[in-house]
């Protein structure tokens, strides 16, 4: 079946710091990615959506020059949190499809953690 | 390693039929299992969880048993309104070595219709 790998899946960083995370698909080509971010005890918030080629569409409340997403290729996102802040730890999730209507497929998911 | 399956959609049903989506898991340890909604447009909602054998998660209607023994969390509604149109996942989660995993199922479209 169809394949997302997440990377990495467990980040330490200092506060400052910028942290990339990558979210490929390993065996489709991934139209649309999602990035997701979940709160202790809460459910996943869709942060942004992602198509190949374009300009990500992020949700209300997500700052788009803090949380920069690139979706160069079919087969790779990437999640970059800049000068990332203690607030920022959370555990963040791709999912990519082949089309916006075609079934979501999830990376294991990157736990952030900025001390 | 862990995985999740779920039935390939798309359900169309008729408002107030009976709903059934199955979800079978495989996990090492004891996952916490989930199910989540997407309406359209919107992110993942939690709808409902159950994190040991035989609990029953329940919410708006909606109900799913976990059975260890089965592998299986299946979700059900006895009344299925056009309301209720939207993609449902399936999910696990393992804490291996202290962090937390989440593995989703692919998720199943509902469409109901008046």
């Known amino acids: 079946g169809a394949v997302v790998s997440q990377h990495p899946s467990r980040v330490i960083c200092k506060s400052g710091t910028s942290v990339k995370i990558e979210c490929r698909s390993l065996?489709?080509?991934?139209?649309?990615m999602f990035w997701y971010r979940q709160f202790p005890k809460q459910s996943l918030m869709l942060m942004a959506t992602?198509?190949?080629?374009?300009?990500?569409?992020?949700e209300q409340g997500v700052e788009k020059d803090k949380f920069l997403i690139n979706h160069a290729s079919l087969t790779l996102s990437t999640l970059t949190v800049t000068s990332a802040h203690p607030e920022d730890s959370s555990f963040y999730i791709c999912?990519?499809?082949?089309?916006?209507?075609?079934?979501?497929?999830f990376g294991d998911g990157t736990r952030l953690s900025i001390l | 390693g862990d995985s999740v399956t779920q039935m390939e959609g798309p359900v169309t049903l008729s408002e107030e039929a009976f709903l059934t989506i199955n979800c079978t898991y495989t996990?090492?340890?004891?996952?916490?299992l989930f199910w989540y909604v997407q309406y359209p447009g919107e992110g993942l909602q939690l709808l409902l969880k159950?994190?040991?054998?035989?609990d029953k998660g329940s919410n708006k209607g909606f109900e799913a048993t976990y059975r260890k023994e089965t592998t299986s969390f299946h979700l059900e509604k006895g009344s299925v309104q056009v309301s209720d149109s939207a993609v449902y996942f399936c999910?696990?989660?393992?804490?291996?070595?202290?962090?937390?995993?989440?593995?989703f199922g692919t998720g199943t479209k509902l469409q109901v219709i008046p």
């Open positions: 999912s990519a499809s082949a089309d916006s209507g075609q079934p979501q497929h």
């Open positions: 065996d489709f080509q991934a139209t649309t």
């Open positions: 992602s198509n190949e080629g374009s300009k990500a569409t992020y």
């Open positions: 996990a090492t340890g004891y996952p916490s």
């Open positions: 159950a994190t040991k054998a035989d």
């Open positions: 999910a696990l989660k393992v804490n291996p070595g202290g962090y937390q995993k989440v593995t």
